[in-house]
């Protein structure tokens, strides 16, 4: 069950400087001859840097989006110009427009497709609509996540447009991507609004099997001081044996670990995670 996840895009610039980057993420999984891309960062950036890293786009069966936010999603419509011939899964409610609260005013911060679009590209796409899904062989979607973890709040900036009026958002689209690997489950994050703790708790229930590494964003980086201790000593568990994570997880968030998680590392464009 040999694995790869090459981070395509991400807030940080690793050492082949030829990539670029972007507020965003964008990761390609390859297991068993079956191509996956988790996000698609916010813009068509992303396939630029696949070029500069030989990852060939046009070979992608599935492409998962994890949540409706343009950072994750933005890129979706530069794709299609390489290739249609996948297809797309969403969470619940993933074309609900989203927005930004600041200072009485709202700004827009959801997808720049609908599924219009998606008809009109002739691309097959399917809303998940239960907890655990398994796309391809050992290649899990995971949604519907439990509130356990009380310190896991939603910012309440974040607004989502229902029934005519502006409501907090949920975060109910929210998906992540697991895949099995012989260590144990490599988990795919995207934002972890609903919180990291709750993902990863509903991931390890719902698979029964260790989690062996995690990646992407968890949105610590809003986090206050106390659920930010609690978030950094759920992750100094042994078992867990690669933890790389950035994007929205803030430096504040990520200086600690590295200062205090031995299995840490700043995950950037261009990183590649192997598990063979």
């Known amino acids: 069950m040999s694995v790869k996840v090459t981070t395509l895009i991400e807030n940080s610039p690793g050492e082949h400087l030829a990539l670029k980057t972007e ?7 390859e297991k068993d001859g ?32 994890s949540h409706g936010h343009y950072d994750h999603s933005g890129g979706l419509r530069t794709l299609t110009q390489i290739t ?4 797309l899964f969403m969470g619940q409610g993933f074309f609900d427009e989203k927005y930004g609260y600041k200072n009485n005013s709202y700004e827009y911060l959801g997808n720049n497709f ?35 973890h009380q310190d896991e709040v939603i910012n309440p900036r974040f607004k989502v447009m229902k029934n005519g009026s502006m409501q ?11 895949v099995d690997t012989d260590e144990g489950l490599v988990v795919l994050l995207g934002c972890s609004h609903p919180g990291m703790k709750n993902m990863i708790d509903a991931t390890a229930d719902l698979i029964q099997r260790p989690i062996y590494a995690i990646l992407g964003g968890t949105h610590l980086v809003e986090s206050n001081e106390n659920s930010l201790g609690m978030s950094l000593d759920y992750l100094q568990n042994d078992a867990l044996k690669v933890i790389g994570v950035s994007h929205c997880t803030g430096q504040i968030a990520m200086d600690q670990l590295a200062a205090s998680n031995s299995h ?11 598990v063979a």
């Open 114 to 148: 609908d599924q219009k679009f998606l008809e009109e590209q002739g691309i097959a796409y399917q809303f998940v609509d239960q907890p655990l899904l398994e796309i391809a062989p050992g290649i899990y979607i995971v949604t519907q996540f439990p509130r356990k």
């Open 264 to 274: 840490y590392y700043h995950n950037r464009t261009g990183s590649s995670l192997i």
């Open 84 to 87: 249609t011939d996948f297809k």
């Open 168 to 178: 907090p958002d949920p975060f109910d689209d929210e998906v992540l991507l697991a």
């Open 34 to 65: 079956h191509n996956i891309l988790f996000d698609t960062g916010q813009t068509g950036t992303f396939i630029e840097n696949a070029e500069q890293l030989r990852v060939d786009l046009s070979s992608l069966e599935s492409v998962v989006l």
């Open 23 to 29: 507020h965003g993420i964008s990761f390609f999984i």
